[in-house]
T-cell receptor
């Protein structure tokens, strides 16, 4: 199947630092999404991107849909302890819309924030 | 409002025992429904998805099966659990262009 290459796999940072993670693919995606999963919980949607080049912010989070539609990044500014968790990128391929809607997920970035 | 419920939250089952995990969605009709498994707290593996009652698509061969007996109910089952079935199982539905909404998950430990 189609692959989303997410990096880094894990990050250990100090509270207050900025964080950047990204996803790349050899395939074009219609939509890019970023999720956060707290320990023992289901992933929660953070940001959704629908247009190539789109830059969207949600509080301290900023994400961009790459101009080629093959990549995306997520930045977190001024990290806090509650930012701990696994961050997933996900994309919707052009042939997986409508009633056949399916997302392709990256393998996640595990973020640890030291207070 | 639209909500998704998944239960139980945790389950410890012996090898060879049956399994039934249930997922229900409220506040919508004819949703796409999905079962994912997450091993070792990392990647999400799509197991099954359903676009309607009685319609199940399997993504990977395995020891599990899924059923959709009602529009907003999605069940994950096994006749005989294996140790390798342990993991975190997530149900999700697709409310539109904004991706999936996930349930809170079931932690299954097969002993």
């Amino acid at each position: 199947g189609q692959q989303l290459n997410q990096s880094p796999q894990s990050m250990f940072i100090q509270e207050g630092e900025d964080v950047s993670m990204n996803c790349t693919s050899s395939s074009i995606f219609n939509t890019w999404l970023w999720y956060k999963q707290d320990p023992g919980e289901g992933p929660v949607l953070l940001i959704a991107l629908y247009k190539a080049g789109e830059l969207t912010s949600n509080g301290r989070l900023t994400a961009q849909f790459g101009i080629t539609r093959k990549d995306s990044f997520l930045n977190i500014s001024a990290s806090i302890p509650s930012d701990v968790g696994i961050y997933f990128c996900a994309g919707q391929l052009p042939n997986s819309g409508g009633s056949n809607y399916k997302l392709t997920f990256g393998k996640g970035t595990l973020l640890t924030v030291n207070p | 409002s639209q909500t998704i419920h998944q239960w139980p939250a945790t389950l410890v089952q012996p090898v060879g025992s049956p399994l039934s995990l249930e997922c229900t969605v409220e506040g919508t009709s004819n949703p796409n429904l999905y079962w994912y498994r997450q091993a070792a707290g990392r990647g999400l593996q799509l197991l099954f998805y359903s676009v309607g009652i009685g319609q199940i698509s399997s993504e990977v061969p395995q020891n599990l099966s899924a059923s959709r007996p009602q529009d907003r109910q999605f069940i994950l089952s096994s006749k005989k659990l294996l140790l390798s079935d342990s993991g975190f199982y997530l149900c999700a539905w697709n409310p539109g262009l904004g991706g999936y909404t996930f349930g809170s998950g079931t932690r299954l430990t097969v002993v």
